[in-house]
């Protein structure tokens, strides 16, 4: 199955947009060669860029302490386990203590590192990295890869409280939605949301042999899935035929 994520509201979408960024940094800082670890560094910039919107860490830290309070209001309820409880309110205060212990906004201690501002500076500009321009990096690049890969992993450090954070949260917005199976008649599925729950995150599941790709636009209100099929022509056309796919709804 293929799954898509759309996002309900612009602090989701933003989650989800570093959620990507460092899963694709992990993935490249894990790799040997220097190409990979070029873009693990353009992907450490691309994170502190996102977050380094004013109310991002607040924004995270306030989910945090949402998601405690929601979740303490069930001690003593037989139907919950305590030690289960215990344990997930452990990971959310681990999470907030760590996040609200940095100074300033996420990764602002790297902004001190004069030589990787000076490649941030820099590779923007389509061939800005060049050696002839920052021969410095250029003579990083070629340290053999577990040098490499400890620098990067020296200055991940910066970032890993949000991430673990941001990881955290969305495992349990995930986990707060169930599956069901919709039928979209003639590539077309409109829902209406019930009023008084207010919604975080749509995920929806399609058979890759079904050739479909799903638009999804939605608000507080309703959600609309439209299929569609990418043509020989290179763009996408709506799919006619009745298909089904799997919706799950998340608070």
């Not at 860490?57 to 929601?70: G, M, N, Q, W």
């Not at 340290?143 to 990881?167: K, M, T």
């Not at 919604?199 to 609309?224: C, F, H, K, T, W």
């Not at 569609?228 to 796919?245: C, I, K, N, T, Y």
């Amino acid at each position: 199955m293929i799954l898509y994520e759309y996002p309900f509201n612009e602090r989701v979408r933003t989650y989800l947009r570093l959620e990507q960024l460092f899963s694709r940094l992990s993935v490249l800082i894990s790799r040997v060669d220097a190409l990979d670890h070029h873009f693990a560094i353009q992907s450490i910039f691309e994170i502190m860029e996102v977050a380094a919107r004013a109310d991002m860490k607040s924004d995270v830290l306030k989910d945090i302490d949402r998601h405690r309070l929601h979740l303490n209001a069930y001690r003593g309820n037989p139907a919950i386990s305590e030690r289960v409880l215990d344990d997930v309110i452990g990971q959310l205060d681990s999470r907030f203590s760590q996040l609200s212990g940095l100074v300033g906004k996420t990764g602002q201690s790297l902004t001190e590192n004069d030589w990787l501002m000076a490649i941030r500076s820099r590779i923007g500009i389509p061939g800005g990295t060049c050696e002839f321009d920052l021969p410095a990096y250029f003579h990083w690049q070629h340290l053999s890869p577990q040098q490499r890969q400890g620098d990067l992993q020296r200055w991940v450090q910066a970032l890993v409280p949000l991430a673990e954070a941001i990881a955290l949260l969305m495992k349990m917005m995930r986990d707060s939605g169930s599956p069901h199976k919709v039928m979209a008649a003639g590539g077309q599925f409109q829902q209406n949301l019930p009023q008084g729950k207010t919604y975080q995150l749509l995920r929806l599941a399609v058979d890759p042999s079904q050739g479909l790709i799903p638009e999804i636009s939605g608000n507080r209100l309703m959600l609309s899935v439209r299929l569609m099929r990418q043509g020989a022509d290179d763009r996408l056309h709506p799919a006619p035929e009745d298909a089904s796919f799997e919706l799950t709804l998340c608070t």
